[in-house]
C-alpha cells in the first residue's frame, strides 16, 4: 500500500476509503495478549468487566475498541470506520486520545473514514485511497474536488451553500466561529 | 395502511435492537433498489454510512411509492431529519421516540448519552441562544432564509 511511502511526512494522516477495516479476532478478551490490560481497556473507555466477554458477542462499537487497545502500543496506528461504528462523544475522546499519542509518545497514526468529519482539527493531511492507490491528496476541508469521492460534511456544505448567495462567511469547522461570523455578518 | 419510516439512533449499535422487529427483513450491507420490492416491511442497519442524504431520500421516495414500511437503524444523528419519526436508543433500551422535531429539543438528554444533534438543528439551537432566530430549522436553506432575510 502507497499509504507507507507517505507516513514519514505525515504523522497523523486522514485516508478516505472503503478499505475494509472489519474486526476478525474471537474469543475471550481476558485471553488476549496484552500488558495491563485493565489499564488498556480503561485507555479505550471498557471497565473489567469486559474481560469475560466473548470479543464475537460485543457490538461494532466495543469490537472496534479492543480493537484498538491491541494497536495502542505500535508505533504506526491504523484505525478504521469511527463514523460507522462510534457515537459522537466516543470520537470526540479517541480524536484527543491520538493526538495525546501523536504529541507525547511520536505514534504515526492513519483513520481511514468516509467521513471527513472525522479529520476535523486532528489531521493536517487527506489521501483518497481507490484500490489500493492514492488517487488524491488535499490539505483544505474546502477543496471541492475532495467531495467527488465522498459526502460533504453539514458545516461545509451550509458555508459553500451561504457563499454561493454571495453571502460572506469564513472558511472553519468549528461551530462556534462560524456563529460568530454570522453575528457579524446579520448585526 | 399507513407507511411506517421510522429513524432508530443507537449509542451503541447492537443487532439485539432488531428483535423487537422480528416481521422486518433486515439489509445489513450492500443491496440493489428492485431487490427491496420483495419485502413489505425493511430495516436498514447502519448501511447508509457513506450515502450523501440526497440519495437516502431517493431511496425513501421509492419505498414511499411502493408503500414499504421502513425503519433505519443508524448511529448517525444526522439521518434522522430524513424521516419523520425518530427513537432513540440508549445502549438497548428506547430512551425517547417521537416526531424528530420533538425528540431533537431533548439536546441535553441527546448529549449526555453521547449523541451529537445533527449540525443544523443544534446551529439553530445556539442562535436561537442568541437571539438571532425565533426557532429550529431543519435545512440549511429555510436557517439561511431566517438570517438573511
Redesign the interface.
Known amino acids: 500500500m502507497e499509504i507507507s511511502k507517505i507516513l514519514n511526512e505525515n504523522e497523523l494522516l486522514g485516508v478516505i476509503s ?1 478499505y475494509d477495516t472489519s474486526f476478525k479476532i474471537e474469543g475471550y478478551v481476558k485471553d488476549l495478549n496484552v500488558k495491563n490490560i485493565l489499564q488498556a481497556l480503561k485507555m479505550v473507555l471498557l471497565d473489567d468487566t469486559y474481560l469475560d466477554k466473548k470479543i464475537e458477542d460485543l ?4 469490537q472496534f475498541k479492543i480493537d484498538l487497545m491491541l494497536k495502542i502500543n505500535k508505533d504506526i496506528i491504523i484505525v478504521g470506520n469511527l ?8 470520537i470526540e475522546y479517541f480524536k484527543k486520545l491520538f493526538l495525546k499519542l501523536n504529541n507525547d509518545y511520536h505514534k504515526k497514526i492513519v483513520i481511514i473514514d ?2 471527513v468529519k472525522v479529520f476535523f482539527n486532528l489531521v493536517k493531511d487527506m489521501v483518497v485511497l481507490k484500490d489500493k492507490k492514492i488517487v488524491y491528496e488535499t490539505k483544505d476541508f474546502f477543496d471541492n474536488e475532495l467531495y467527488q469521492y ?6 461545509i ?2 458555508i459553500k ?2 457563499n454561493s ?1 454571495n ?1 460572506k462567511i469564513n472558511k472553519t469547522v468549528d ?2 466561529e ?2 460568530k461570523d ?2 457579524r ?2 448585526s | 395502511m399507513e407507511v411506517t419510516s421510522v429513524t432508530i439512533v443507537s ?4 443487532k439485539k435492537i432488531l428483535d423487537k422487529y422480528r416481521d422486518y427483513h433486515v439489509i445489513d450491507n450492500s443491496f440493489k433498489l428492485e431487490e427491496l420490492l420483495k419485502y413489505s416491511k425493511i430495516i436498514f442497519f ?1 448501511v447508509f ?5 440526497e440519495k437516502i431520500k431517493d431511496i425513501y421516495n421509492y419505498l414511499d411509492s411502493n408503500k414499504i414500511s421502513y425503519i433505519n437503524v443508524t ?4 439521518e434522522a431529519l430524513l424521516t419523520k419519526y425518530l427513537i432513540v436508543y440508549d445502549k438497548e433500551n428506547i430512551l425517547i421516540e417521537g416526531p424528530v422535531i420533538e425528540v431533537l429539543k431533548n439536546d441535553k438528554l441527546l ?1 449526555r ?4 444533534l ?3 438543528v ?2 439553530s439551537l ?2 436561537k441562544d ?1 437571539g ?1 432566530v425565533n426557532e429550529i430549522f431543519l435545512n ?2 429555510s ?2 432564509g431566517a ?2 432575510k
Open positions: 472503503n457490538t461494532l462499537n466495543e463514523s460507522k461504528v462510534l457515537n459522537y462523544k466516543d468516509r467521513d465522498t459526502k460533504i460534511p453539514p458545516i456544505e451550509f451553500y451561504l448567495k453571502i461551530i462556534y462560524l456563529i454570522i453575528y455578518s446579520v | 449509542t451503541n449499535l447492537n447502519n454510512n457513506d450515502l450523501e442524504k448511529n448517525n444523528i444526522e448529549k448519552i453521547g449523541l451529537s445533527p449540525f443544523i443544534e446551529l445556539l442562535l442568541y438571532l440549511k436553506e436557517l439561511a438570517l438573511w
